[in-house]
């Protein structure tokens, strides 16, 4: 069954019409063009394809696009702006938190729910808020310290 949903993404009124059940990851990316949002387990588990719905970050290879009528989504491509990439893109940059890149997008995008929610989170909190974002080339710490600098405003503000 065919069904229309309309959405804003990434600032911009969208509409799109597909399979009931069609999955936002694969709309993104497929019909959409947006590829930053990666595939990685499929199943909501490791993270990859995290983007932000209505500031919440969600796994967008779990979300089928019938959900997300009148919602605001986010993806990595979202969030520079005026030319300028986010200040937590940046913060990974200069912690060289993007080891392979892969995972890179989906712990930005959970980076950036999690310091929307919380803007200055304790480590603890960070390292908590992070635990469910896989990253297989051990980045981890140096991703933690990147989402450190940025809640300390070094760098910018989330």
Same mark, same amino acid.
Not at 29 to 43: A, E, F, N, P, Q
Not at 112 to 140: D, F, K, S, W
């Given at each position: 069954?065919?069904?229309? +949903?309309?959405? $804003?993404?990434? @600032?911009?009124?969208t509409t799109?019409?597909?399979?009931?059940?069609?999955?936002?990851?694969?709309?993104?990316?497929?019909?959409?063009?947006?590829?930053?949002?990666?595939?990685?387990?499929?199943?909501?588990?490791?993270?990859?394809?995290?983007?932000?719905?209505? @500031?919440?970050?969600? $796994? #967008?290879?779990?979300?089928?696009?019938?959900?997300?009528?009148?919602?605001?989504?986010?993806?990595?491509? @979202?969030?520079?702006?005026?030319?300028?990439?986010?200040?937590?893109?940046?913060?990974?940059?200069?912690?060289?938190?993007?080891?392979?890149?892969?995972?890179?997008p989906g712990?930005?995008?959970?980076?950036?729910?999690?310091?929307?929610?919380?803007?200055?989170?304790?480590?603890?909190?960070?390292?908590?808020?992070?635990?469910?974002?896989?990253?297989?080339?051990?980045?981890?710490?140096?991703?933690?310290?990147?989402?450190?600098? +940025? #809640? $300390?405003?070094?760098?910018?503000?989330?």
């Amino acid at each position: 069954m065919k069904t229309t +949903v309309k959405f $804003r993404l990434n @600032g911009r009124p969208t509409t799109i019409e597909t399979d009931d059940d069609r999955r936002l990851l694969w709309v993104l990316r497929t019909d959409l063009d947006l590829t930053g949002t990666k595939y990685g387990c499929g199943s909501g588990f490791c993270g990859a394809c995290t983007v932000l719905v209505d @500031g919440k970050a969600v $796994r #967008s290879c779990q979300t089928p696009l019938r959900s997300l009528d009148g919602k605001e989504v986010v993806t990595i491509e @979202g969030l520079s702006r005026d030319g300028q990439i986010h200040p937590l893109q940046q913060a990974f940059v200069d912690h060289g938190a993007l080891q392979c890149g892969y995972c890179t997008p989906g712990m930005i995008m959970n980076a950036t729910a999690l310091l929307q929610q919380q803007p200055h989170p304790t480590r603890e909190a960070i390292v908590q808020g992070m635990e469910r974002n896989l990253c297989r080339c051990g980045a981890h710490q140096r991703i933690i310290a990147a989402i450190e600098d +940025v #809640s $300390r405003g070094k760098g910018g503000a989330a």
